[in-house]
């Protein structure tokens, strides 16, 4: 069965320290992770994708097969960072397409 | 392009009362889903469309129907609402194909169930 593991409800950093949110899934073929966030009062929306490889907004996120894992990172983090993450996983078969499981989620609150 | 529209944003419904959710999106997405967010639980998918009149059940579907009789709209509906469907709804939808797993998501409706 496909799980998603974000051990950290509440993560509180300062600004300019680097933030890591952790991610680990259990899936039994090749997985597509992705990392949304959820910013207050907005929709939720995508923020990156391993496959995509990219850095969105300082963000980056490796994804590590051996230990199944896909965290978050961020050297400095910033006020507006502070947000709902979701990790998630879907599979690549046909049959996955628009059908995500998600994390519990972290929330994240950045003070100055 | 208003992107995926919910309706209503809040209701307060007594158990036992029906009602539909009403999710439509102008982007011409094949693929749609309604999820639920409850704290500590993340996400998880109740229903979902591959394509106009194709559904199919998620994770927790129980209690939950749907349909889809165009591209544009998949309402969920609750035929009996119970305590345990308060939550906060999210309607999506993404285009088919491999590497799409970008689903675009509505505001959501808040569901307050007493």
């Known amino acids: 069965a496909q799980r998603v593991t974000q051990p950290e409800k509440l993560l509180s950093v300062f600004k300019g320290a680097p933030v890591e949110l952790k991610c680990n899934y259990s899936?039994?073929?090749?997985?597509?992770l992705f990392w949304y966030v959820q910013y207050s009062r907005q929709r939720l929306q995508l923020l990156l994708r391993?496959?995509s490889r990219e850095s969105i907004k300082g963000f980056t996120a490796d994804l590590n097969k051996g230990e199944t894992s896909f965290h978050l990172k961020k050297p400095f983090a910033q006020e507006e960072d502070s947000a709902m993450y979701y990790c998630?996983?879907?599979?690549?078969?046909?049959?996955?397409?628009?059908?995500?499981?998600f994390g519990a989620g972290t929330q994240v609150v950045v003070t100055p | 392009n208003a992107g995926v529209t919910q309706t209503p944003k809040f209701q307060v419904l007594k158990t036992g009362q029906s009602m539909t959710l009403q999710c439509a999106q102008d982007m011409n997405h094949e693929y749609m889903s309604w999820y639920r967010q409850d704290p500590g639980m993340g996400l998880r998918l109740i229903h979902y469309?591959?394509?106009?009149?194709?559904?199919d059940q998620g994770e927790v579907p129980n209690g939950y129907n749907v349909s889809r009789s165009t591209t544009e709209d998949f309402p969920l509906r609750l035929l009996s609402a119970a305590p345990s469907q308060t939550s906060v709804y999210f309607c999506?939808?993404?285009?088919?194909?491999?590497?799409?797993?970008?689903?675009?998501f509505g505001e959501g409706s808040r569901l307050t169930v007493l």
């Open positions: 391993h496959i």
């Open positions: 999506a939808s993404n285009p088919r194909g491999p590497n799409t797993g970008e689903l675009f």
């Open positions: 469309s591959v394509g106009a009149g194709i559904t």
């Open positions: 998630a996983l879907s599979g690549m078969t046909t049959d996955s397409w628009g059908k995500l499981q």
């Open positions: 899936y039994s073929g090749s997985p597509e």
